[in-house]
Every structure is written in C-alpha cells, then in structure tokens.
C-alpha cells in the first residue's frame, strides 16, 4: 500500500456538561484543554486530541458486545505492569470509578475505568512498538 494511516489524532467522547467534564480530564488525568466553548472541549492526552462533544442524555461512547457486556472504545497504554497499577491506585485516590486488574489471556494486564460521563476506558500494561525506546 502506497500510503497509510499513520496513528490516531483524534477521538471524540460525548459529555454532558463541557466544562466540568473538561475539568475532570485535567484534575483525574492530567489533560491540557486547548480549547473550549459551550458545545466542546479539546483536551491533549496521551498524545491524543480528544474532543467531548456536547451529546444527548444518556450518550456514552460504549458499546454492548454479542453477550450484553457494556465495552470501552479506547485503551491507552502504559510503560509495564507496576506502572499500571500506580495509575490504578492513582486514579482511585482520585475518586474515579476504577476497575480490578485482569488478565485476558494476552501479553500484559489491564484495567477500565470511567469518567464523569459513564465513557468506559480501558488502559493496558503494554506499549505499542512505536513508543518502546
């Protein structure tokens, strides 16, 4: 293939209320907001723009798999195992809805945690091969 795609630049999260879920990205997980208005946020995380959208009620970015179980529509990477649990705990402190560590039957480990607005979001213990140095 002559040309690709390169990496993801953006992701876009339904929120319900603009500032306050900005906030919640910048004090829960340490986001910069580049910009705002009423309808949308652009945060910069983990080298990613993510934009939360202004949505109707009830909107996440989940989704139900064939056996009814809510999944996440994003994972982030972290640099190993003792580095994944440090942000689980991290995040914990913080009052944000966490979940255990499991092991799904493939290299590393992993954990969901949520934001204010329900978005379920997956971290794994793994880095990609692009960001091992």
């Keep these: 293939m002559k040309h690709s795609l390169i990496r993801v630049g953006t ?3 339904p929120v319900q209320e603009v500032g306050k879920s900005a906030v919640w990205y910048k004090e829960k997980l340490g986001a910069d907001i580049n ?32 056996d009814g179980s809510e999944r ?3 994972t982030f990477e972290v640099d190993g195992k003792e580095a994944l649990k440090a942000l689980q705990k991290q995040l914990k402190d913080k009052g944000v809805k966490v979940g255990d560590i499991e092991d799904r039957g493939h290299p590393g480990l992993n954990f969901v945690f949520e934001d204010i607005n329900g978005n379920r979001l997956d971290v794994w213990s793994e880095l990609s091969p692009a960001y091992r140095g």
């Excluded at 910009?35 to 995380?45: M, T």
């Design 11 to 13: 992701i876009y999260l």
């Design 35 to 66: 910009y705002q208005d009423n309808q949308k946020a652009i945060v910069d995380l983990a080298d990613i723009s993510i934009f939360l959208v202004k949505a109707a009620p009830g909107q996440t970015s989940n989704f139900l798999e064939e």
């Design 72 to 74: 996440f529509a994003i």
